[in-house]
């Protein structure tokens, strides 16, 4: 499995000063020489973190593989079509929430979703849809001509007893296999930890993981370059928890 590194917590902390540090660019840098095989930042209706002009800097800046996470909306589709990134997440946003509460409803959306997905692909962009592991979204994602989906792992990363967790874990493992027999490319992502991720090799098809509030919380203690390298030796089945900072 390949990791994807989310940044937008390093814009968060620039926002809270409107500074100019610390520079997401930077810190794509920093993350891609510590191993991240793609770069993930989402650009919200209300900015809070990710700015335009961070966008179009890590679209040239990035060398490995820029993945914008992105509403339904019609300002940031035009603006997403404007920037043409290799890889974009539809994912739903509501301006009160914290962070993404859950998946994409693909099937009440499903009109809409296909014309995204088809405008985007048209400009030379890989979509994938933000899904929970739902077997009636993975079907609705299939027929909206989606490349990837990227499973909600949020529910399997809040549970707090081992049956809730396993639940969970089996909930995402027949996702990704249905998913598979769809045609579907699976990514997965959402609240994974050091203490969690190294559980995601029994879903099988997942091709990459995108983790960000791990990685930058960790990165505040301990630096970028080594929250990094430690996530991805944990994906590579090389620890089974964390190292201690």
Same mark, same amino acid.
């Given at each position: 499995?390949?990791?994807?590194?989310?940044?937008?917590?390093?814009?968060?902390?620039?926002q809270v000063r409107h500074a100019a540090l610390p520079d997401p660019v930077v810190a794509a840098a920093l993350a891609e020489m510590a191993g991240a095989d793609g770069i993930t930042v989402h650009l919200r209706e209300d900015?809070?973190?990710?700015?335009?002009?961070?966008?179009?800097?890590?679209r040239q800046a990035v060398r490995t593989k820029l993945n914008l996470e992105m509403s339904l909306a019609p300002a940031i589709v035009e603006r997403a079509l404007e920037?043409?990134?290799?890889?974009?997440?539809?994912?739903?946003?509501?301006?009160?929430?914290l962070t993404t509460e859950g998946g994409l409803d693909v099937c009440a959306?499903?009109?809409?979703?296909?014309?995204?997905?088809?405008?985007?692909?048209?400009n030379g962009t890989l979509v994938s849809l933000f899904i929970d592991p739902d077997l009636a979204h993975v079907d609705a994602a299939a027929n909206a001509k989606a490349t990837f989906i990227e499973l909600h792992t949020g529910a399997f990363a809040e549970a707090r007893s081992e049956e809730r967790q396993?639940? $969970? %874990?089996?909930?995402?493992?027949?996702?990704?296999?249905? /998913?598979?027999?769809? #045609? &579907?490319?699976v990514n997965a992502g959402h609240g994974l930890d050091y203490h969690n991720v190294h559980?995601?090799?029994?879903?099988?098809?997942?091709? $990459? %993981?995108?983790?960000?509030?791990?990685?930058?919380?960790? /990165?505040?203690?301990? #630096? &970028?370059?080594?929250?990094?390298?430690?996530?991805?030796?944990?994906i590579a089945n090389r620890w089974q928890s964390t190292p201690n900072p």
């Open positions: 499995m390949k990791l994807g590194v989310n940044i937008d917590h390093i814009a968060t902390l620039r900015r809070r973190h990710i700015q335009d002009a961070d966008v179009a800097r890590l920037f043409t990134p290799p890889c974009a997440c539809l994912v739903p946003e509501r301006r009160q929430e959306a499903f009109d809409e979703v296909k014309r995204v997905t088809g405008l985007l692909q048209a396993r639940r $969970e %874990l089996d909930k995402l493992i027949r996702a990704a296999q249905h /998913a598979h027999a769809r #045609g &579907l490319r559980l995601m090799h029994q879903v099988p098809h997942v091709e $990459e %993981l995108n983790i960000g509030h791990a990685i930058v919380a960790r /990165a505040v203690l301990v #630096g &970028l370059d080594r929250a990094v390298r430690d996530m991805v030796a944990l």
